[in-house]
């Protein structure tokens, strides 16, 4: 059998992790480093592997019923090599350090085991459309492999140069960073501006450290729903564009 398609076999690796494609995350398994990926994600393995679903806490089952935020994860064990992969979305690994990752839940695809989690809450004074109220903060030593629509943009946050954008492009940050909501307008003409520009809210970031911001401003395609009317000009209601974000305390 011949075909183009055997240009797309297996990556030849020792690495844990390997972006197989843009689009697929290659993980090796030795049977004393498991692995928490996102439930479904897997789409095909090789060797003996175990799946399992991931023992959620009372707390973080308090955490998730309150804010939305919180991760849905299945534990990944044996030896062997095991694809991951979720609707075709950009795949990229991040090594978290002693500074830690904050990220919006809908982006993750998996993480090493080791690492911690928990939600938090941003420091706004509204809910964020889009990126939402809270967020999940991830600490340790490890990697973590993100998801974004389209090919992302890594921006460089210095104390001498802060960064803005868009709430509903945002996919994680450096935790070190302060970040603020704000809108470039005074109180009274927050909902013309969305109104008339689609431009809303922004996450301001200060100190040092990374932003990553995807080419879209919708939810992970798993969340959209998009819809239209006066509530979807503004981002709101069930009938929006964001009309499925939880965090959105207008919903």
């Known amino acids: 059998m011949q075909s183009p398609l055997f240009a797309h076999t297996e990556q ?13 995350l ?6 004393h480093d498991d692995i928490l990926a996102r439930k479904g994600a897997m789409v095909a393995y090789q060797g003996l ?13 308090r955490a998730r019923a309150h804010t ?12 062997g090599t095991v694809y991951l992969a979720n609707l075709a979305q950009y795949i990229h690994v991040v090594d978290v350090e002693q500074d830690g ?25 509204f ?3 889009g990126s939402g109220k809270y967020q999940l903060n991830i600490t340790g030593h490890g990697k973590v492999a993100l998801m974004t629509s389209g090919q992302p943009l890594m921006l460089h946050v210095t104390p001498e140069q802060y960064v803005n954008a868009d709430a509903d492009a ?25 109104g008339n520009t689609g431009e809303g809210w922004e996450l301001s970031f200060m100190g040092s450290g990374y ?16 819809g239209g009317g006066l509530a979807a000009q503004y981002g709101m209601g069930q009938q929006g564009a964001r009309g499925q974000n939880q965090g959105n305390v207008w919903s």
């Open 12 to 24: 030849q690796t020792q690495e844990r992790y390997t972006v197989q494609n843009p689009q697929m």
């Open 26 to 31: 290659r993980v090796a398994l030795e049977g």
């Open 49 to 61: 592997m175990e799946f399992d679903g991931e023992y959620q806490t009372s707390g973080q089952r």
């Open 68 to 79: 939305g935020e919180g991760l849905s994860l299945m534990r990944c064990h044996g030896q």
């Open 101 to 125: 990752l904050t990220v919006d839940s809908s982006y993750v695809l998996a993480m090493d085991s080791s690492l911690h989690h928990e939600v938090i809450a941003v420091d706004s004074q």
């Open 127 to 129: 809910g964020i459309s």
């Open 170 to 194: 945002v996919v994680a940050w450096s935790t070190g960073l302060r970040v603020q909501m704000q809108a470039q307008t005074h109180s009274s003409g927050v909902w013309r501006r969305r």
């Open 211 to 226: 932003a990553l911001v995807q080419p879209s401003e919708l939810l992970p395609p798993q969340n959209a729903a998009i």
